[in-house]
Structures are given as structure tokens and as C-alpha cells.
């Protein structure tokens, strides 16, 4: 039988696994979209796809930072407990 200890410890994990798939999705749509648009670019003589890439390039480094380190670093939990202490201070014991 698992104890609350595990099986918060298992959704946990569960939910950063989750957040990191995510990311390894969204970089891997990044290059194949990517490579379509530098390719259709340069068969014209033209450099346009320099502008997605480097556009879709700092959301996919922001989306990276927030999985990697901030989530992983357990941030988002002590704010989450920070924020739960203070709710049950202002409403009082029940």
C-alpha cells in the first residue's frame, strides 16, 4: 500500500516528467518547422526564416529555463507552500 508520502512523491515526479516531455515535444517541432521554413527560404534567395527562428527560438529557451530550472529546483512547491501557510493564517483554525 503506498503511504500520502509516496504517492505525493510519485505525482510529483509524474508531473515534472510530464513538463519535460512537453519541452523535448516542443523542441522537436521546433527544428522540423524550422528546417521546413530555412529550407523554402533559401531555395528562394531569401533569409526571412531568420526571424521565426530566432522568435520561436527565445520562447523555446523560456519554456526550457522554467522546466529545467525553475521547476526541477522545487521553486514552484515552496511558493505553493509559502502561499498555502498563508491562506490557512488568514482563515484561522477551523
Avoid at 9 to 33: D, F, N, Q
Avoid at 60 to 85: D, K, P, W
Wanted: aromatic residues 10%; hydrophobic residues 50%.
Amino acid at each position: 500500500m503506498n503511504s500520502p508520502a509516496q504517492a505525493s512523491l510519485e505525482k510529483t515526479a509524474r508531473r515534472r516528467a510530464g513538463m519535460k516531455l512537453g519541452w523535448y515535444i516542443h523542441a522537436s517541432v521546433y527544428v522540423a518547422v524550422n528546417l521546413l521554413l530555412v529550407t523554402i527560404a533559401w531555395s528562394q534567395g531569401r533569409h526571412w526564416a531568420v526571424f521565426p527562428l530566432l522568435g520561436w527560438g527565445l520562447g523555446l529557451a523560456i519554456h526550457g529555463t522554467v522546466v529545467f530550472l525553475l521547476a526541477g529546483s522545487g521553486l514552484h512547491e515552496r511558493l505553493v507552500e509559502r502561499e498555502r501557510r498563508r491562506l490557512q493564517a488568514q482563515q484561522g483554525p477551523w
